[in-house]
């Protein structure tokens, strides 16, 4: 990209096979928590970043599935070719993460859903999920010059740079394939 003579379309490509390094995740983290409007913004950044759950699974995590005194998350998962096959996976929480997550439990719990509606305590849908995600990163090093709703990273980010960290760490394929809910 800094080397000039890609169109936008290919710029964009480009960014869609990004993984960030863990002191990037850091430094971005930072940023959303400064600039989130709402905690609910921020939680949509550092969940996926500690475990890399998918925004679906985000955005259908319940409370009943964060277990807090012993530190891990249930994923599930809802297979598009297997629509009637649910997954379910462990994951333990980093202790930033824990501690967030305790926080948020404190200053709202309310519903079923960690991430929802403030009134209607109803899960989020995607469009209001990416608007909350996108919003702190409007106007700063992570929005690309190509447009309004054009960002260096997206929810899928967080789950390569958690997979793709992991194996730069030496952890083995078939760890961060169970971790990461992978079938094949």
């Given at each position: 990209?800094?080397?000039?003579?890609?169109?936008?379309?290919?710029?964009?490509?480009?960014?869609e096979?990004?993984?960030?390094?863990?002191s990037?995740?850091?430094?971005?983290?930072?940023?959303?928590?400064?600039l989130?409007?709402?905690?609910?913004?921020?939680?949509?950044?550092?969940?996926?970043?500690?475990?890399?759950?998918?925004?679906?699974?985000?955005?259908?995590?319940?409370?009943?599935?964060?277990?807090?005194?012993?530190?891990?998350?249930?994923?599930?998962?809802r297979?598009?070719?297997?629509?009637?096959?649910?997954?379910?996976?462990?994951?333990?929480?980093?202790?930033?993460?824990k501690?967030e997550?305790?926080?948020?439990?404190?200053?709202?719990?309310?519903?079923?859903?960690?991430?929802?509606?403030?009134?209607?305590?109803?899960?989020?849908?995607?469009?209001?999920?990416?608007?909350?995600?996108?919003q702190?990163?409007?106007n700063?090093?992570w929005?690309?010059?190509?447009?309004?709703?054009?960002f260096?990273?997206?929810?899928?980010?967080?789950?390569?740079?958690?997979?793709?960290?992991?194996?730069?760490?030496?952890?083995?394929q078939?760890?961060?394939?169970?971790w990461?809910?992978?079938?094949?």
């Amino acid at each position: 990209i800094e080397r000039g003579g890609l169109s936008p379309a290919e710029q964009n490509k480009l960014w869609e096979c990004l993984y960030l390094s863990p002191s990037e995740i850091a430094r971005l983290l930072q940023v959303v928590k400064d600039l989130s409007e709402t905690n609910r913004g921020y939680l949509l950044h550092a969940i996926p970043a500690y475990t890399g759950i998918r925004r679906g699974e985000l955005l259908r995590l319940r409370w009943s599935d964060i277990d807090l005194q012993n530190g891990f998350l249930t994923a599930t998962s809802r297979k598009q070719s297997r629509s009637r096959r649910v997954t379910r996976r462990r994951i333990n929480l980093h202790p930033e993460l824990k501690a967030e997550l305790e926080r948020w439990h404190h200053q709202s719990y309310q519903g079923q859903f960690v991430i929802c509606e403030p009134k209607s305590h109803a899960p989020l849908n995607p469009d209001q999920a990416n608007r909350l995600f996108w919003q702190p990163m409007r106007n700063t090093e992570w929005q690309l010059p190509t447009g309004r709703k054009s960002f260096k990273i997206g929810f899928h980010t967080y789950r390569h740079s958690f997979a793709s960290n992991l194996a730069a760490a030496g952890v083995s394929q078939a760890v961060i394939d169970a971790w990461m809910g992978h079938q094949t």
